[in-house]
């Protein structure tokens, strides 16, 4: 493995993408002050514009590190390189997933202090919150794993307007549970067998897109 190319690669993706995340990463630190007005109006505006921005901030790095070099005919550059498809791979999921997780990560710890220290919102929101952030993330991953592995534009457009619907439907699909709904409103955040669970499951399916992602790449033998 070329860990110094795999280096070079990384921050050549962190220079394309570091002014847009800040951007971005502002308009996420809006939503928390959103969140956290004693109002139902801007609760719900703060919610819905922190999930649209980190949905954002993923689309932006993959179609930015992934697809566009390949649109633009840049990656025939980046394969002349000494770097094979296991170094490529690697540089480009540690670069796209240390990226995304600096403001997700940031922006997670905001809304669940926001949820904490807010007498207005009940501490039962929590871990539905966490849930539903974790799947943003895991969402995100499985869009980049689309657009490393078909390298086509549509498919990761395809994937990712499936993700977006799909964020909807996992809120309501999470909310059905009574371990997650009947705690939703109440005093204290529990952490119960359901809640645990799912995010289990959801920490198993990131790596599991990881992994498959690593596996699929190492069959390839053509960069272009």
Same mark, same amino acid.
């Given at each position: 493995?070329? @860990?110094?190319?795999?280096?070079?690669?990384?921050?050549?993706?962190?220079?394309?993408?570091?002014?847009?995340?800040?951007?971005?990463?502002?308009?996420?630190?809006? #939503?928390?002050?959103?969140?956290?007005? /004693? =109002?139902?109006?801007?609760?719900? %505006?703060?919610?819905? +514009?922190?999930? #649209?921005?980190?949905?954002?901030?993923g689309?932006?790095?993959?179609?930015?590190?992934?697809?566009?070099?390949?649109?633009?005919? @840049?990656? &025939?550059?980046?394969?002349?390189?000494?770097? @094979?498809?296991?170094?490529?791979?690697?540089?480009? !999921?540690?670069?796209?997933?240390?990226?995304?997780?600096?403001?997700?990560?940031?922006?997670?710890?905001? %809304?669940?202090?926001?949820? &904490?220290?807010?007498?207005?919102?009940?501490?039962?929101?929590?871990?539905? $919150?966490?849930? %539903?952030?974790?799947? !943003?993330?895991?969402?995100? !991953?499985?869009?980049? =794993?689309? $657009?490393?592995?078909?390298?086509?534009?549509?498919?990761?457009?395809?994937?990712?307007?499936?993700?977006?619907?799909?964020?909807?439907?996992?809120?309501?699909?999470? &909310?059905?549970f009574?371990?997650? #709904?009947?705690?939703?409103?109440?005093? @204290? /955040?529990?952490?119960?067998?359901?809640? $645990? #669970?799912?995010? !289990?499951?959801?920490?198993m399916?990131?790596? +599991?897109?990881?992994?498959?992602?690593?596996?699929?790449? &190492?069959?390839?033998?053509?960069f272009?």
């Amino acid at each position: 493995m070329n @860990t110094v190319m795999i280096k070079h690669l990384f921050v050549k993706d962190w220079q394309f993408c570091r002014n847009a995340l800040a951007f971005y990463f502002a308009i996420g630190v809006a #939503s928390l002050f959103l969140i956290s007005v /004693a =109002s139902k109006l801007s609760f719900y %505006v703060g919610i819905v +514009l922190l999930v #649209s921005i980190l949905i954002i901030i993923g689309a932006h790095l993959i179609f930015v590190t992934v697809v566009n070099e390949r649109k633009e005919q @840049t990656l &025939s550059f980046v394969m002349s390189l000494p770097v @094979t498809f296991s170094d490529y791979t690697v540089a480009k !999921l540690i670069a796209n997933i240390v990226a995304f997780l600096i403001p997700w990560g940031l922006l997670v710890a905001g %809304v669940l202090s926001v949820i &904490s220290f807010n007498a207005d919102i009940p501490n039962g929101l929590i871990p539905f $919150a966490l849930i %539903v952030l974790l799947e !943003l993330f895991v969402a995100y !991953l499985l869009v980049l =794993s689309v $657009a490393l592995i078909t390298e086509s534009e549509v498919w990761t457009i395809v994937m990712t307007t499936i993700c977006n619907i799909g964020v909807s439907l996992f809120w309501f699909w999470i &909310s059905s549970f009574a371990g997650i #709904s009947k705690h939703i409103q109440g005093e @204290t /955040a529990i952490w119960n067998t359901t809640a $645990a #669970s799912i995010i !289990l499951i959801e920490l198993m399916i990131a790596a +599991l897109i990881i992994i498959v992602t690593f596996w699929c790449q &190492s069959r390839k033998t053509d960069f272009l």
